[in-house]
């Protein structure tokens, strides 16, 4: 079956520093989503990526799909504390009949002020 | 709109009890979902619903049935719980067809509940 990794699983910096988690498919998507929980909280909602070489911008937050459909990335600039928590990926195969997303397993962000 | 409310929010069962957690949406959504969250494991599908009636395996479907008699509800019940289903319980609910139709689809998750087994 699908199967979406994700690196790494954790990431500590400092408040200011980047960061950026990976996610990759090994299959084709039709696209991809990205999502962030809070400690505690439920996954909310940040992003769809459709289109191949995609590049979508939310403020500090930079999401990329690849060429090939089979990766992704997402990038944070200068992190601030409220950057903290868990970034998923979720996958939806190309060749699927349904609406069934496939989620990569996370990366736990903290950041140290 | 309350969006997607899960209850009970937590509960503590005894090995063998069994219970039904509900999800109910007010977004007339057609697809619902239930995930079950365990540390270092992500989210992993348990079953889910493309409409009312009807009902489909996920990922980790065994000890768990679900039903969708009303197209706002979905129910995941535990017949006979085990420890090893200790975990948080996420409902989650989309529109239909999200990429023909040129929506979103992204998913909008319940609150969570947390389940422990003795």
């Known amino acids: 079956g699908q199967q979406v990794m994700q690196i790494p699983q954790y990431q500590h910096v400092q408040e200011g520093e980047d960061f950026t988690t990976y996610c990759n498919s090994s299959t084709t998507l039709s696209n991809i989503q990205w999502y962030k929980q809070r400690p505690g909280g439920h996954p909310v909602f940040l992003i769809q990526l459709v289109k191949s070489g995609e590049v979508k911008k939310q403020k500090r937050l930079t999401f990329q799909f690849g060429e090939a459909k089979k990766n992704s990335s997402l990038h944070i600039t200068a992190t601030q504390t409220t950057d903290v928590g868990t970034y998923f990926c979720a996958g939806l195969n190309s060749g699927g009949s349904n609406y069934k997303l496939t989620f990569g397993k996370g990366t736990l962000l903290t950041v140290n002020p | 709109n309350a969006g997607v409310t899960q209850t009970p929010k937590f509960r503590v069962l005894k090995t063998g009890q069994s219970m039904t957690l509900l999800c109910a949406q007010d977004?007339?959504?057609?697809?619902m979902y239930w995930y079950r969250q365990d540390p270092g494991m992500g989210l992993r599908l348990i079953h889910y619903s493309v409409g009312e009636g009807t009902t489909a395996k996920g990922e980790v479907p065994d000890g768990y049935n679900v039903s969708r008699l009303k197209k706002q509800n979905f129910l995941l019940g535990l017949e006979s719980a085990a420890p090893s289903q200790t975990s948080v319980y996420f409902c989650?609910?989309?529109?239909?067809?999200?990429?023909?139709?040129?929506?979103?689809?992204?998913?909008?998750f319940g609150e969570g509940s947390r389940l422990t087994v003795l």
């Open positions: 977004m007339n959504h057609e697809y």
């Open positions: 989650a609910s989309t529109y239909q067809g999200p990429i023909r139709t040129g929506k979103t689809g992204e998913l909008f």
